[in-house]
């Protein structure tokens, strides 16, 4: 039963435009919502997160934006970069240590 | 600053064989964690711990085994390897269990023939 779901398996975009990665959820208890940025022989690292009390949660060149009522959240990246190619985990839990984890998007900027 | 630290990297294991994956934080995290990625699945959680000598099962559990002795160091340990069991692992850390982002390790790739 997959509560985070990431239905783009990918994403290609031109340096310098706009990245935006979407994920939606099914448990109306996550309250807490991350991403993690993945390169290859790596672990995930921490990106941003937003708590369900914030629509918008900005850090530099990435947004994340929540619909509590649509339980879906989107990532935005802007303008885009070479070394932002990666695979993006959006991950979300509720008032534990529980997270669970989408399947992931492969974005691949090209020059 | 080493983080998570995970061994081995690779390992190839025939049915049957058991290890142990070696897991050590350097943070003081009191949660620690081990999780599974199958190719197109999100992280999967095995086991956790809240702290030294606390540990609960996750959401696929079944086949592995961990220890939580010291704060540092969470082992998960593979008995009876079966092909079901290929995967990359990933060990991660967290200093409280609340709203906080965790910290991975580079994970092990482990197939099983």
């Known amino acids: 039963d997959q509560q985070v779901k990431q239905n783009s398996p990918s994403l290609s975009v031109q340096e310098g435009r706009i990245s935006i990665l979407n994920c939606d959820y099914t448990n109306s208890m996550f309250d807490y919502f991350l991403w993690y940025k993945k390169y290859p022989a790596e672990g995930p690292t921490f990106l941003i997160s937003?708590?369900?009390?914030?629509d918008k949660n900005e850090d530099g060149r990435f947004t994340v934006f929540l619909n509590k009522s649509a339980k879906h959240l989107s990532l935005h990246i802007v303008p885009s970069q070479p070394g932002d190619s990666a695979v993006y985990f959006c991950a979300a839990k509720p008032n534990d240590y529980k997270l669970s984890f989408g399947a992931g998007t492969t974005v691949t900027v090209r020059a | 600053n080493a983080g998570v630290t995970q061994t081995p990297k690779f390992r190839i294991l025939k049915i049957g064989q058991s290890m142990t994956l070696q897991c050590a934080q350097d943070m003081n995290h009191n949660y620690m964690y081990w999780y599974r990625q199958d190719p197109g699945m999100g992280l999967k959680l095995i086991y956790y711990s809240v702290g030294a000598g606390i540990t609960d099962k996750g959401e696929v559990p079944n086949g592995y085994n961990v220890s939580r002795s010291t704060t540092e160091d969470f082992p998960l340990r593979l008995e009876l390897a079966a092909p079901s069991q290929t995967s990359v692992y990933f060990c991660?850390?967290?200093?409280?269990?609340?709203?906080?982002?965790?910290?991975f390790g580079s994970g092990t790739q482990l197939s099983v023939l």
């Open positions: 991660a850390s967290s200093y409280t269990g609340t709203n906080e982002k965790l910290f």
């Open positions: 937003i708590s369900s009390i914030k």
